[in-house]
């Protein structure tokens, strides 16, 4: 981004503004929220908090949107959590520990802690911000992105930011184009032709088209910026009303659109005008989808990109090794991802995610599946459009997604015909292994 074009013209609602984009992201306080419980994932959020859950054989879902901070020059990060949060909490202290203080980088955070004369737990997502409105002001922020931490994407936040800026909003709401037979499932804006926006309706039974594109709609991606102000004085007046449900975009965006200036940011291909890529992984179905995405040959979702790198921490693995070739006994892996760690001893996987240090033994088939870390799965198995949790040991000749009756008498089948398979369900005690 040149000078020129990061000049910025004095906004309608504030007195200066930055000239240049590393001045807006220095004047920026990122909030992650990682506190949900994510109860649509079954058992995969049993034990750990929904951005804890690893996806992409290497990653946790949290580090998409810590990444894309780090990327996008924001290094002024706090991540609230609330559920289950221990192994979110070390995977953040092992793997985002690297930034440093002294200059004013860090990755902060913040457990739920009653920090309110209420003493309750966080009701909503404006109510986690209000019960920490005294740390986000001693931060001295001008603007503020508000995030979910349980999205997959990568986004260069400070183009909205700087739309944001030049706007002279009150509040920038994230958004992007989904089918409308979809949209029921997230809010749905309305905007006019400046993309101020006119409406907001939080899971609409009847989501508001788009105007010429009757079978599409403008959905929010959960994705907020705020000029301080504004939300401090917002979410004071919000905790005070007792008919609130303390939540953004339930009661926030909804109630403010008429009296400030929001605006919507569209997340879309500069060149094409295309939707970019987002997936919501809320569900079994989408989680599964989103990994299975990445076996394509030219997946939407680049993780081989150098320029927009995604960290996390993750141990010390010797190169994935498939071993044997013979007949029938051929370690072998197609249309695939093998994390580090993995042996393929005689087996053949064909389009699935192999997380790493797992092991399959030889005759054994795998296709179509997500396989967390740490997995054994025995000799002449056969496992088809599951997801196998973290740890998992498959016995030999074990078969799942076959007979999807069997299945539902052992784990857990969704509407969509995917099997899930914990420890617990396989009848395997979950504290003989290492934590998650």
């Known amino acids: 981004m040149d000078s020129g074009s990061t000049k910025l013209t004095q906004s309608r609602n504030q007195n200066f503004v930055p000239r240049t984009a590393t001045e807006m992201t220095r004047k920026t306080l990122v909030l992650i929220l990682a506190g949900g419980e994510g109860s649509r994932l079954k058992d995969l959020t049993k034990w750990r908090a929904k951005p804890a859950v690893p996806i992409c054989g290497k990653y946790r879902i949290i580090d998409f949107a810590l990444s894309n901070c780090v990327n996008s ?25 690297f930034l440093r203080a002294e200059i004013g980088e860090f990755v902060e955070l913040l457990p739920a802690q009653q920090r309110t004369a209420e003493k309750a737990w966080y009701k909503g997502t404006a109510d986690a911000l209000f019960q920490n409105i005294d740390i986000m002001r001693s931060h001295r922020a001008e603007y503020v992105i508000v995030l979910g931490g349980d999205h997959i994407y990568t986004m260069d936040y400070t183009k909205m930011l700087l739309q944001h800026v030049q706007s002279g909003a009150d509040f920038t709401v994230g958004c992007i184009e989904v089918p409308r037979a979809e949209a029921s499932c997230f809010g749905v804006m309305a905007v006019q032709d400046d993309m101020q926006i006119s409406n907001f309706t939080e899971k609409p039974e009847n989501p508001e088209p788009m105007p010429g594109k009757p079978d599409s709609a403008l959905a929010s991606m959960g994705i907020y910026i705020f000029s301080t102000r504004f939300l401090y004085e917002t979410l004071k007046e919000d905790a005070s009303n007792p008919a609130s449900t303390h939540d953004f975009g339930k009661d926030i965006i909804p109630a403010k659109i008429k009296d400030s200036i929001a605006m919507a940011y569209a997340f879309a291909d500069e060149e094409t005008g295309e939707p970019s890529y987002w997936r919501d992984v809320g569900t079994l179905q989408s989680y599964w989808q989103t990994n299975m995405e990445l076996c394509d040959i030219e997946p939407e979702l680049n993780l081989y990109d150098q320029e927009w790198p995604i960290w996390t921490y993750q141990t010390q693995s010797p190169p994935a090794k498939f071993i044997f070739d013979d007949e029938g006994r051929r370690g072998e892996a197609i249309d695939s991802l093998v994390s580090g760690g993995c042996i393929i001893s005689g087996a053949r996987v064909k389009r699935s995610v192999i997380s790493s240090g797992t092991t399959i033994e030889s005759y054994s088939h795998v296709k179509d599946s997500v396989i967390l870390p740490k997995v054994r799965i025995g000799k002449n198995c056969r496992i088809s ?33 995917i099997v899930l398979v914990t420890p617990g369900m396989l009848g395997q005690d979950l504290f003989s292994f290492e934590g998650d």
Do not use: F, M, N
Not at 75 to 95: A, N, P, W
Not at 398 to 417: F, M, P, Q
């Open 385 to 417: 459009k599951a997801i196998i949790d973290k740890a998992c040991v498959i016995p030999d000749g074990t078969v799942i997604g076959e007979d999807l009756e069997a299945d539902r008498k052992k784990y857990h089948v969704s509407d969509e015909g």
């Open 73 to 97: 020059g924001l290094r002024k990060i706090t991540v609230l959590t609330q559920y289950k949060s221990h192994s979110l909490l070390r995977h953040l202290q092992r793997g985002w520990s």
